[in-house]
T-cell receptor, first 114, second 114 residues
Framework: GENVEQHPSTLSVQEGDSAVIKCTYS??????FPWYKQELGKRPQLIID?????GEKKDQRIAVTLNKTAKHFSLHITETQPEDSAVYFC?????????????FGKGITLSVRP | NAGVMQNPRHLVRRRGQEARLRCSPM?????VYWYRQLPEEGLKFMVY????????ESGMPKERFSAEFPKEGPSILRIQQVVRGDSAAYFC????????????FGSGTRLTVV
C-alpha cells in the first residue's frame, strides 16, 4: 500500500519568512495529493490540493509543487504569519475503482515566531 | 450545509465498557471514512464505508472494533471492551465520490479510557 513520509517533523520560521514542507510517497499510481492544516484541538482542514496532471498550483500565499518522477511534493507558504502556526499533513491517494482512501503523513508542526 | 457532524465531542469510558461514536456525513455525501489520531501522530485510516457497505476495513483492528453505515441514520464506529490504548481522537470524513477527491472532516470525538 501507499506510504507517505513528511520531513522535517517540526519547523520554526520567523514571521514574514517562507516555509517549505516536503513529502514523499511510495505508490507511483497515486494521483491526488491534498494538504491539510490542523490547529490545536480542531479538525483537519483542506488548504490546497494537486492532481498528478499538473506540476504546480498556487492559492494566494500557499503553493504546492509535485515531482512525479521523484515521487515527492512540497507545500510552500510565503510571508508567514503567526496564524499559520499549526500541524500540516500531506496525503496521497490512488483513485482506483471505489476506494479513494487517503494515506496521511505523520504531520509537521510549523511554528511562526512573531 | 451543516458539514460533517460527529458526536459526542468528548467521551469518557471505563476499561471494559463500550464506546459508540457517531458520524453524519455532509448532505449529498455517500462515502464515509474513519481515522484515528494518537497524540503527536498522523491520521491513521481505519475503515471506508458507503451506505450499507464496508468498502475497505484494512485499518481496523481485528477484534473489538466494528463500523456500520446503515441506509438511514449516521455511521457508527463501535469499540467494545475498551482499553487504555483506545484513547485517541477519532475523526470521520465524508466525500461525494463523483465531485472529486476531497474529504471534509468532522470535529472528531476524543475518547478517553480511564
Amino acid at each position: 500500500g501507499e506510504n507517505v513520509e513528511q520531513h522535517p517533523s517540526t519547523l520554526s520560521v520567523q514571521e514574514g519568512d517562507s516555509a517549505v514542507i516536503k513529502c514523499t510517497y511510495s505508490d507511483s499510481a497515486s494521483n491526488y495529493f491534498p494538504w491539510y492544516k490542523q490547529e490545536l484541538g480542531k479538525r483537519p482542514q483542506l488548504i490546497i490540493d494537486i492532481r498528478s496532471n499538473v506540476g504546480e498550483k498556487k492559492d494566494q500565499r500557499i503553493a504546492v509543487t509535485l515531482n512525479k518522477t521523484a515521487k515527492h511534493f512540497s507545500l510552500h507558504i510565503t510571508e508567514t504569519q503567526p496564524e499559520d502556526s499549526a500541524v500540516y499533513f500531506c496525503a496521497a491517494t490512488v483513485r482506483a475503482g471505489a476506494n479513494s482512501k487517503l494515506t496521511f503523513g505523520k504531520g509537521i508542526t510549523l511554528s511562526v515566531r512573531p | 450545509n451543516a458539514g460533517v457532524m460527529q458526536n459526542p465531542r468528548h467521551l469518557v469510558r471505563r476499561r471494559g465498557q463500550e464506546a459508540r461514536l457517531r458520524c453524519s456525513p455532509m448532505k449529498g455525501h455517500s462515502h464515509v471514512y474513519w481515522y484515528r489520531q494518537l497524540p503527536e501522530e498522523g491520521l491513521k485510516f481505519m475503515v471506508y464505508l458507503q451506505k450499507e457497505n464496508i468498502i475497505d476495513e484494512s485499518g481496523m483492528p481485528k477484534e473489538r472494533f466494528s463500523a456500520e453505515f446503515p441506509k438511514e441514520g449516521p455511521s457508527i464506529l463501535r469499540i467494545q471492551q475498551v482499553v487504555r490504548g483506545d484513547s485517541a481522537a477519532y475523526f470521520c470524513a465524508s466525500s461525494a465520490f463523483r465531485e472529486g477527491y476531497g474529504y471534509t472532516f468532522g470535529s472528531g470525538t476524543r475518547l478517553t479510557v480511564v
